[in-house]
Structure formats: C-alpha cells, structure tokens
C-alpha cells in the first residue's frame, strides 16, 4: 500500500483509463468500513429481536414479542386510564348537567374531536359547516329541523332523522308550482302574498310546514321564511323540492335525506322516559324488559352520543 494515498503517483491503479483520468486503487477508508460491518450486526440482532422474516403463515415473531399491535394497544389502555374517571362521572350526568359543569363541558368537548371525526365529518364538514352543494345540514347555524336544542340534538344523534315530504308532480298544475315557488321566495324575502298564502292553505301545505311556514318540529318539516335552504333557494332548486320531493320513495328523483342513527337503545330509552314524564310518572319506575328487545343497534355508546350532543351543541347553533 502507498505511504501517501493522496498522491496519485504513489497509488497502485487499475489500468482503467478514461479521457486521461486513471482510475486509482485506494481501499475503503477503515471508518466506513467498520460502519459497513456494523451495520450487517445490527441487522442480524434487529433478525434476532423483532418480527422479520415473512413466513407462509404469519412471520417470526423475535424474542421480545414486540407487534405494532400490541404496541398501540399498551398506549390506548395509558389513555383510557387517564379517561377513565372522566368518562364514569359524564355517564352517571344528563346532557343538561354536562352543559352547566365547566370542567365536564371542556372534556366531552375535547374528547369527542376524534368522534365527531370518525363520524359525523364525512356528511357534516369539519366544524360543523359542509361543503357548499353537498345539501348537509349546517350544525353551525340556529336553523334546526327536528331542534337544535341539547335534548333534541341527543335524540337525533341516536334515533337518526329522515324527514319526508311527498313529491307533487301529480297533485299541482304547472302554473300552481310557479306560484308556489314564487310563494316561497316572496316569504323568505318577508313578502309573501295573499294569492299565495291561499295557494299555499288550498294545497295542504300547512298541514307539514304550519299555517306561519315556519315548519313543524315534531315532523321535521322545513321554514319557509328564512333564507336557510337545505337543498337550494334558486328557483329551480325550491320547484325541484316540490315536484319530486324529500325521500319519496315513488320518485326516482326525490332528495334523499337520511340520517342513520347511532344508538337505537338510546333513542328508545329517551322516548319511554319522556312518556313517563308526560303521563306524570317516575321514569325510574319503567320496566325495561317490556320496552326493550335487547336486539337494539348501538354503533356508539351512551356516553359517546353525549359527547357528540354537547360537542355539536357547541359548535355555535346550539339552542
């Protein structure tokens, strides 16, 4: 080997020569060496101490035990540790004692983030507020359907809503449809006429959307009088809700407007409870065997459908 490898004349080359560049034969610098070496220990170790190698069925599996899995699962059980006395303490409340509890209100908020992520963002937009032309409901604005307020939104959440209104292709003249889109946008500019009014009252329609136009909560029918449209408030948005419809099934065209609902035991408790309260009894004293089958869906628990009520309650449209 040359004493001075820097010096080309002292260095053993390879008889390669090219555009009078001549191609030296220096060694590998000991450093990169011993790193190269190193390296193929620490792969033979990483063999020895973690799954690797792929088998027919499954892999080794290395002498720690170690999986992803297993890995995600120890940090999870950290979490719901930490969780834990939180989310026993929001089980045994009301949505409504949730609400007034500062320290219990900021932790239903926090931790249904990934809930409302998981399952509401994909119909109603992060935040709250969908994109336009997508005919979501906006959780953010004090426009509700069904009631924006924290029992009513509960409710929704775990019953599911699917509002209806019957496609008028066949019961309306051409000419009573243009007056009752006219109708509709003369009241949501606070001008309505009395030709249509009698229009309106002639065709029934008070009996869903109330003799104000103002809707019906228990049926979940639409205000008329504001400028808040579900689907469209172009003309020929509102004159394609009337002759086709809100899921009407004997319209291939009619809107399809579907909620699922999330927790069917929920829902069915929150009725029989508000009966009982209704009748002037103790909810406390209902016979559960008799009201429910014990085949009810639940795609979420209790706990997480009131996360997700006093989460959307607070997204600023909350009544």
């Known amino acids: 080997m040359a004493e001075n490898k820097n010096d080309p004349s002292q260095v053993k080359d390879t008889g390669h020569v090219w555009d009078g560049i001549r191609e030296l034969d220096n060694p590998c610098p000991r450093w990169w060496l011993n790193s190269l070496w190193l390296s193929g220990l620490m792969v033979i170790v990483y063999f020895i101490l973690y799954p690797s190698l792929p088998l027919i069925e499954g892999s080794t599996k290395g002498i720690l035990g170690w999986t992803q899995i297993n890995e995600f699962e120890e ?36 931790s249904s983030k990934v809930l409302y992520g998981d399952n509401c963002a994909a119909c109603h937009g992060v935040g709250g507020a969908p994109p336009t032309g997508v ?28 509002g209806m209104m019957p496609a008028h292709k066949n019961l309306l003249t051409e000419e009573e449809t243009d007056q009752l889109v006219q109708f509709v946008i003369d009241y ?4 309505p006429t009395e030709a249509g009014l009698a229009l309106y009252n002639a065709k029934g329609c008070f009996a869903c959307h109330g003799a104000d136009a103002k809707g019906i909560k228990a049926m979940g029918s639409a205000n008329l009088t504001d400028k808040i449209w579900r689907f469209s408030g172009t003309p020929e948005g509102i004159r394609h809700s009337i ?30 409870r508000a009966y009982a309260i209704e009748d002037g009894d103790d909810p406390n004293d209902i016979d559960w065997d008799d009201e429910l089958d014990g085949d009810e869906a639940e795609r979420l628990t209790e706990t997480d459908i009131k996360k997700l009520a006093v989460y959307v309650h607070q997204l600023g449209g909350g009544q």
């Open 188 to 191: 949501s500019n606070g001008e």
């Open 135 to 162: 005919f979501y409901p906006n959780l953010t604005d004090d426009d509700w359907l069904f009631g924006g307020g924290i029992y009513d939104i509960k409710m929704s959440i775990a019953q599911g809503r699917a």
């Open 243 to 272: 002759i086709h419809g809100v899921n009407d099934p004997s319209d291939p065209q009619t809107h399809i407007a579907v909620m699922p609902g999330w927790n069917e035991k929920v829902a069915i408790m929150m009725e029989a």
């Open 75 to 110: 940090d999870m059980a950290k979490v719901e540790a930490i969780r834990a006395p939180f989310d026993n303490q929001l089980a045994a409340m009301t949505v409504e004692e949730i609400l007034v509890d500062p320290r219990m209100l900021n932790y239903a908020i926090g």
